[in-house]
């Protein structure tokens, strides 16, 4: 069994910051790529915000450059988010996700989500 839990989420005006965190546990022999994505209101479809390889390779949603900052402290299996100028097109529920990895193959599990609030 393994487990996703963020934390960090929250309400700020326009042009704040906020720090996500997401903390795997679980019976996995290791974590591949983590991953950020957002589902903002009334949107069906999550969307990919920011990944990070377990050897430390990033990317990001266009939108998001130069504002976001994703990483990992693979000794705690866990993942940041930071978001500074948030933007209230920013608000969303945020998601973390990863890739277990385990002796018969790899599979990917979701957090439950954190809000982000930004207020104009």
């Known amino acids: 069994q393994v487990q996703l839990v963020e934390s960090g989420g929250g309400l700020v005006q326009a042009g704040g910051s906020l720090r996500l965190s997401c903390a795997a546990s679980?019976?996995?022999?290791?974590?591949?790529?983590m991953g950020w994505y957002r589902q903002a209101p009334g949107r069906q479809r999550r969307e990919l915000v920011a990944?990070?390889?377990?050897?430390?390779?990033?990317n990001y949603h266009d939108s998001v450059k130069g504002r976001f900052t994703i990483s990992r402290d693979n000794a705690k299996n866990t993942v940041y988010l930071q978001m500074n100028r948030l933007q209230p097109e920013d608000t969303a529920v945020y998601y973390c996700?990863?890739?277990?990895?385990?002796?018969?193959?790899?599979?990917?599990?979701w957090g439950h989500g954190t809000q982000v609030t930004v207020s104009s």
């Open positions: 990944t990070i390889t377990d050897f430390g390779s990033t």
């Open positions: 679980g019976s996995m022999i290791s974590i591949g790529a």
């Open positions: 996700n990863a890739d277990f990895v385990f002796e018969d193959g790899v599979d990917v599990h």
